[in-house]
């Protein structure tokens, strides 16, 4: 069996437009179809929800995260691919 290494790059590539969860620093989670990124991990995201302590507090059309607020971007049903 032959295993394709990818790149994060490429991984980063695949999930735009694809439901994503970011955690931030503060412990806050936005859910949302991952718009477009930069260089610098700022994160733009569609249809945004706002979570708090695993509590859904907003929701936001649109929604623009600074990289350097980011931990993790989680790419839901990633797997499925």
Do not use: W
């Not at 859910?31 to 929800?49: F, H, K, S």
Request: glycine content about 8%.
């Amino acid at each position: 069996m032959s295993l394709r290494k990818q790149t994060p790059s490429d991984f980063l590539k695949q999930i735009i437009g694809r439901p994503v969860v970011v955690k931030l620093n503060s412990g806050v989670d936005y859910r949302g179809v991952l718009a477009c990124l930069d260089g610098y991990m700022n994160i733009a995201l569609e249809q945004t929800e706002e979570y708090v302590n695993g509590q859904l507090k907003n929701k936001y059309g649109d929604a623009f995260i600074r990289g350097n607020n980011a931990q993790i971007l989680i790419a839901e049903n990633h797997a499925n691919t």
